[in-house]
């Protein structure tokens, strides 16, 4: 598909995603006064939900950052921090989050970070994120689910298929650390089916980045095998920030002085919903997002609240990031060019000394 056609497939549905929003929020017959009823919000709650975006995003950076020095590999957590809100970016605008990942280990690059070093880190903590948000949202489920069930109905098949979904792709990472010979056989098999539908275009090339890639993830994963500290050290950064991300609705549900349903229930809908609908090939799932939010919390966000609750939720967990991304990716841009400039200059200076 036509680049300029995917900027403009991504930018529609973000406008569509925008405008369905607020219809919702401000035209439920429930509510007299949407906008007084913002006027009311709680503001330590409205400092909580903005506490949420910077803790995803900060723990996110820690993690990346401490999986580069792992592996030798020195960065500051600021460029990192940098790299992340850019990734969160690009995986808001394209579809299926396809963007965000590359946009990162460019941006990793751009920092000095070889892209296969790059590319390891953000896999190891895309498995951990994965590996934590299915199991938390497992164990929620145990916790609650009599609740769960009573709530959902017979939407829980959402549940059940976004989590095996989510998980699949734990094992298949794990093999490759493990079994390097099965993912190997599985990746050219992949490459040949997609050379025949001519979805790539020079086989061997690609075999060729795919076993690379493969050979840095099997040495790198291995060798991490062998510190489980780095492991526990790493999934306690995804726990932090996936609850970061996904308890943000308790925060919503509390600031519009919500009261009825305790909050381990609700950040347990929560989970559920991220798992329900990550995986939707649209830019930030939209659509499925909003959708899965109505009807999740339906019930929950009582005195026609729910509308106004999904805008306030849908702006920190989907629009700052928009707004956020798009000052890092300016920002990034400026770093860089000073970057360049003091590098053409001391080798300026270099190249002048020399001549003396």
Same mark, same amino acid.
């Given at each position: 598909?036509n680049?300029?056609l995917?900027k403009?497939?991504?930018a529609l549905?973000?406008?569509?995603?925008?405008?369905?929003v %607020?219809?919702i929020?401000f035209?439920?017959p429930?509510?007299?006064n949407?906008w007084?009823?913002?006027s009311r919000m709680?503001?330590?709650?409205?400092?909580?939900?903005?506490?949420?975006?910077?803790? +995803?995003a !900060?723990?996110?950076?820690m993690?990346? =950052?401490?999986c580069?020095?792992?592996?030798?590999?020195?960065i500051s957590?600021?460029?990192?921090?940098?790299?992340?809100?850019?990734?969160?970016?690009y995986?808001s #605008?394209t579809?299926g989050?396809?963007?965000?990942?590359?946009?990162?280990?460019?941006?990793?690059?751009k920092?000095?970070i070889?892209?296969?070093?790059?590319t390891?880190?953000?896999t190891?903590? +895309?498995v951990m994120?994965q590996?934590t948000?299915c199991?938390?949202? !497992?164990?929620?489920f %145990?916790?609650n689910r009599e609740?769960?069930y009573a709530q959902?109905?017979?939407a829980i098949?959402a549940?059940? #298929?976004g989590?095996? #979904?989510? +998980?699949?792709?734990?094992? !298949?990472? !794990?093999l490759?650390a493990?079994?390097?010979k099965w993912i190997?056989?599985?990746?050219?098999?992949l490459?040949r089916f997609g050379?025949k539908i001519?979805?790539v275009r020079?086989?061997e090339k690609?075999? *060729?980045r795919?076993t690379e890639?493969?050979d840095?993830?099997h040495?790198?994963?291995a060798?991490m095998a062998?510190?489980?500290k780095?492991?526990?050290?790493q999934?306690l950064?995804? *726990? #932090?920030?996936i609850?970061?991300?996904?308890?943000?609705?308790?925060?919503?549900y509390?600031? +519009?002085g919500q009261?009825?349903t305790?909050w381990i229930q609700?950040?347990?809908?929560?989970c559920?919903?991220?798992?329900?609908?990550s995986?939707t090939?649209?830019?930030?799932a939209s659509g499925?997002q909003?959708?899965g939010f %109505?009807?999740?919390?339906r019930?929950?966000?009582?005195d026609g609240?729910i509308g106004l609750?999904l805008l306030i939720?849908r702006f920190?967990?989907?629009?700052?990031?928009?707004i956020a991304?798009?000052?890092a990716?300016i920002?990034?841009?400026?770093i860089? =060019?000073?970057?360049s400039r003091?590098?053409?200059?001391?080798g300026?200076?270099?190249?002048?000394?020399?001549e003396?």
């Open positions: 598909m680049p300029k995917k403009t497939l991504s549905f973000i406008l569509l995603s925008v405008s369905a %607020l219809i929020a035209s439920n429930e509510m007299g949407a007084e009823t913002i709680e503001l330590p709650w409205i400092a909580g939900l903005l506490g949420c975006w910077i803790v +995803f !900060l723990f996110e950076s993690g990346v =950052r401490s580069l020095r792992s592996c030798g590999r020195r957590l600021l460029r990192v921090y940098w790299t992340v809100l850019i990734g969160m970016y995986s #605008i579809p989050a396809a963007g965000g990942q590359p946009m990162q280990v460019n941006s990793l690059r920092a000095g070889p892209v296969e070093y790059g390891l880190a953000l190891v903590r +895309f994120n590996f948000v199991a938390g949202g !497992l164990v929620l %145990l916790i609740f769960v959902l109905g017979g098949w549940a059940r #298929i989590w095996l #979904i989510n +998980f699949a792709s734990v094992p !298949l990472v !794990l490759a493990f079994r390097r190997q056989k599985l990746a050219e098999k490459i050379a001519r979805l020079d086989p690609a075999t *060729a795919a890639m493969l840095t993830y040495e790198a994963l060798e062998h510190h489980p780095e492991i526990i050290l999934l950064y995804s *726990a #932090i920030s609850l970061g991300l996904t308890g943000s609705v308790v925060f919503a509390y600031a +519009f009261s009825g305790p609700v950040l347990t809908l929560s559920l919903l991220f798992v329900s609908t995986y090939p649209l830019p930030g499925a909003e959708g %109505l009807l999740y919390f019930g929950i966000f009582r609240t609750g939720w920190f967990t989907y629009y700052l990031w928009l991304g798009v000052i990716v920002g990034e841009k400026i860089v =060019r000073k970057e003091r590098k053409t200059a001391a300026k200076e270099q190249c002048y000394e020399t003396l």
